[in-house]
């Protein structure tokens, strides 16, 4: 585990999070740089199903390379207490991706067949006013947001 990284990571995400007016999504950059911990990704998956964190990079980063996306983004809900000698090992932990893409669902159910999502679902779920990844004006046409559950 890259210390460093793993403390830009979290450092990033608190503020969104103190700010209270902010989806705490990042990049699928920041959330691989320097992790690790196979539990930081699809944490209620058995064995069976789960891909492995590098299979949830390769597949995420495939749909992220795609044309038709303008963005890959992961939703962190769980973020380790920095100060907590308890916590020094857990990277933060993502349940949400939002794939921002004018592709229909159910091709969008083809892609990320292989992550076993819970459910996937159209925009970014947030009360109004909250700060998403990207804004109204900075989606391309006909761009919107799909939400894809990676428990």
Known sequence: MNKKARKRLI??????????????AVTLDE?????DDEQSIGVNLPKDKHIGLKGFRRVLNDI?????????????????DPDDPLDEDIWPTACVAFIVTPVPLHEVKKWVAPLHPRDISEGWNVERGVKTPLSKKELKPRMRPVRVWLL
């Open 31 to 35: 959330f691989f740089e320097g992790n």
């Open 64 to 80: 992220r390379d795609r044309a038709d996306v303008q963005g890959v983004f992961l939703e962190l809900t769980e973020v380790p």
């Open 11 to 24: 450092d990033r995400v608190v503020k969104m999070l103190e700010a209270d007016d902010t989806l705490p």
